[in-house]
Every structure is written in C-alpha cells, then in structure tokens.
C-alpha cells in the first residue's frame, strides 16, 4: 500500500513605502545640474538614499583594511545557504521558464525551505539527491549542518528592522501516521514547525483546514492552493512553509509622479502602462547589455534588482548566458556585486503578477531529484515508522503573486510538495533609466545572498 506525503510552502512579500519630507542637503547634490533640473526635482520631492554615505563609508574603510591582503573572503554559514539558494532559483526557473513569454513570478525560498525540511526525513541515496540537488555540495554545507544553518538563517532573515519577515512553517499528519522522534524534534526546534493533523472526515474535505492556514500565513494573498481531491486517502503528511514580509521603499515613488508612458512588450507591440517616476540615488551598474538597479527597502538588508536587457538584447539571452555562467561562478553574484552610486531619472512601471499553480517536478528532476519520486526508490524512512509502506513524492506545486506600485511591491507565493506511499566621493551626472521594456526582477537579502522571489515582467 502507498501513501503520499505532501509539502506546502508558502512565501508572502509586502512592501509598503512611508512618506518622507526630502531631506534640506538633497538640493546640494543637485550642483551639477541645469536650474531647470534643479526646479523639477525640487518639484518632484527628490529624497537622497541614506545607504549611500554608508556605502561609501564601508568602500573606504574597507579600502583601507584591505591593504595587500589578496586572500578571498570566507562565507558566512548563511551565505553558504544563500549559494545553495541561488543554485536552485537560476536552474529551477529557467527549466520552469526554457523561452520567456509571458509575465512570471516564483519564489526560490519557499521551495528551498519546503524541500530541505523535507531533506529532514530522506535517507541514503534519496538524501545524496537532496543534498547536491538543493546546492548543498556545491555551497559546501556539510549534511549534518543543514538544518542548524537553515535555522540561523531564518533567523537572521527575520532580524530586518523597519521590516516585518515572518517565516512560517506547518506540518499535518494524518491520524495514526507514526512520525520518528527526531524528524518532529528538528521541524519544531531548527524550523519552528508547527505539527498538526488534518481531517479526512472533514465534510468540506482535508483540504479546507490547510488552505485556512495558508489564507492566514499570506494574510488572504493565497488561499486555493489545494484543490479538492489534492488530499486523499494515500496522504501521509503535508509540510507547508510560508514567508510573509511588510517593507518599505526606502525612497518612495511619489503617486503625482506616475503617467502613462509607452511600453515595447513582448507579444503586444508598444503598450501604454502606468509609470512611476523618481530621481534619486540608486545603486546602479550596466554590465555589457544589462543594466542592473537596486531599489532599496527601508531599514532593511533586502532589495529588489531590476535587470534591464539593452534594447540589442532579450530576456531569454540574458536567462542563457545566466545559465552559462553558472558552471564557473554564480552569475547573481557577478550581476548584484560591484553596483555604484548613480543618481538616477528612475521610471518604473507598475505591475501586479499572479501565476497559475506550478507543477515543480519537472524541474526539479532537470535539478537531479528524481528518487525522491519514484515509489520504488524513494527513501523517507526518517519520516515515520512505516515499514510496510513507502513514502515517495508526489506533488510538488507553487502559486505566486507579486504587485509593485508607488508604495512598494506585494507578494505571495505557495508551493506544495506531495509525497505519496508509494569607491567614488561624488555620484556621477544623473543618469535616466527607462524600464520600458521586459525585465527580470530578484527580491533578494544582501547580507545572506537568498533570493526570496524573481522573476520577469514583459507587458500588460
């Protein structure tokens, strides 16, 4: 007899601006500028990005503490879970995504969270799977650090101040299932899982307790993750993660500022899209035929990137040579890293993103998991004591909303896992940027390197 196992994750993102007065030294770094310049960003309310003179501050003590000393720099253990990360949100989206032509939306961390509390319960050549698979071996993560890493991570991602991140994780196990000792203890203590039963009784089905917890751990964004049928007779457990994050830009768009403007997409010609507008400082590089900007949250050590093909290039050239340059080096480092302070002529349209519910296996067995699926193979025996019977997985599927405006960007996302028995002083001149053409956008944590969500924008 087979039974399934099912794992949830669910990811939430908030982001909402406060208002502030420009600050009384902003018009002197307009010095450079025309008059006519200075009065349209006094009427824009220009507002300076205070993590610039803090940039700046580090580049030169670090100029100074560096010296001859050419030895590269050690990890964090974080950042080792952030390389792992990385691993997993280049090659799972772009197997998701092999040509883009539509407008997406996926979230790296929930699946990485969801999968390595799933890693918990596998045993040997399933967990080998797991753990080169999930990017552990290339991030050097020994298998008996997983877990407590993954708990300083979540942890440190929680501590934003300015920033509420709330890392939520659940687990529901069918009445009678047997669960091992230290697959609940390590859930509940490294992850802060909450363990539960769901009811097969239940005459609106098991599904509707499980989507009432999702409903409430993405604050109503999700809800309908699980279709009815999803949870059936064969269902062994459901490990669902969620991450819910309020923030704020840390330079606003004002709403005054926001016009229509053209838009060349991808499958519609010219489109004409709500705009917002700002001139501020903003970290910025253009590396070859991408230009790349980081919009700051307040408070916070997470940003969102845009990475803006040249109009001679494309999203999907840029996904490919990411890909590429993913056997040598990990290409969000070499995008991310090296941003300077630009003053900027920003102009961003305003999206919102909701994607269908998406079926992950395929991906992930590109990735190089596929034991973990097959009901001969699979190996869950750290799950629970069920030795006639094998646990395999599943389902492994994820839903994802994302909505940026003046304010700041909002986003959700779901996935769910079945497993079946079975240094410059002074900015340069101002630089305009226009995104007004497709895009790839990553929400990621600077200090740890994580990517909470990414994905591309190319037309209403």
């Not at 994607?355 to 869950?380: C, E, H, R, W, Y």
């Not at 960007?409 to 900015?427: H, L, R, W, Y």
Request: one cysteine or more.
């Amino acid at each position: 007899m087979n039974v399934n196992l099912i794992l949830v994750v669910v990811v939430f993102l908030v982001s909402l601006a406060v208002n502030e007065s420009a600050d009384a030294g902003d018009e002197h770094e307009l010095s450079m500028a025309s008059q006519h310049d200075i009065n349209r960003y006094r009427r824009m309310g220009i507002r300076r990005n205070r993590g610039w003179d803090r940039d700046r501050n580090n580049r030169n003590k670090q100029g100074k503490k560096k010296g001859n000393n050419s030895k590269k720099q050690r990890l964090s253990p974080e950042e080792r879970i952030g390389v792992a990360n990385n691993h997993v949100a280049l090659n799972v989206f772009t197997s998701l995504y092999p040509s883009i032509n539509s407008n997406t939306i996926f979230s790296p961390h929930s699946l990485h969270t969801a999968l390595a509390m799933t890693m918990l319960g596998a045993k040997k050549d399933t967990k080998k799977e797991f753990y080169s698979s999930l990017g552990f071996k290339t991030a050097k993560v020994g298998r008996s650090e997983v877990h407590g890493i993954y708990n300083k991570l979540l942890s440190s991602l929680s501590r934003q101040q300015d920033v509420t991140l709330y890392n939520a994780n659940s687990v529901f196990v069918k009445f009678g299932l047997p669960l091992k000792t230290n697959f609940s203890r390590v859930l509940t203590t490294h992850y802060h899982a909450k363990v539960d039963n769901f009811n097969m009784a239940d005459p609106e089905g098991p599904e509707r307790s499980i989507n009432a917890w999702v409903a409430k751990a993405t604050r109503g964004m999700i809800s309908d993750i699980l279709k009815k049928g999803d949870v059936n007779i064969n269902t062994a457990m459901i490990i669902m993660n969620a991450v819910y994050l309020k923030a704020s830009w840390a330079d606003q768009f004002e709403p005054w500022n926001t016009e229509p403007k053209p838009f060349y997409s991808l499958n519609s010609g010219v489109q004409t899209i709500s705009t917002m507008n700002i001139l501020t400082i903003y970290n910025y590089a253009n590396h070859h035929d991408t230009e790349v900007i980081e919009l700051g949250f307040k408070g916070s050590e997470l940003a969102m990137y845009i990475l803006l093909p040249s109009a001679n290039s494309s999203l999907n050239k840029l996904l490919q040579e990411m890909k590429a340059r993913s056997a040598v080096a990990n290409p969000m480092d070499v995008l991310l890293t090296g941003l300077k302070s630009r003053k900027l002529d920003f102009f961003l349209p305003k999206f919102k993103i909701e994607s269908d519910v998406m079926d992950l296996i395929p991906a992930l067995k590109n990735l190089g998991l596929k034991k973990a699926f097959d009901a001969s193979q699979a190996d869950f025996k750290d799950i629970a004591n069920t030795d006639k019977q094998r646990l395999y997985i599943d389902k492994v599927v994820q839903k994802a909303v994302i909505n940026v405006n003046e304010f700041g960007c909002e986003a959700a996302a779901e996935t769910f896992v079945g497993i079946m028995v079975g240094s410059q002083m002074f900015p340069p001149p101002i630089l305009e940027v226009k995104v007004d053409r497709p895009f790839l956008y990553i929400i990621r944590s600077k200090a740890q390197k994580v990517v909470l969500f990414m994905g591309t924008f190319v037309g209403v």
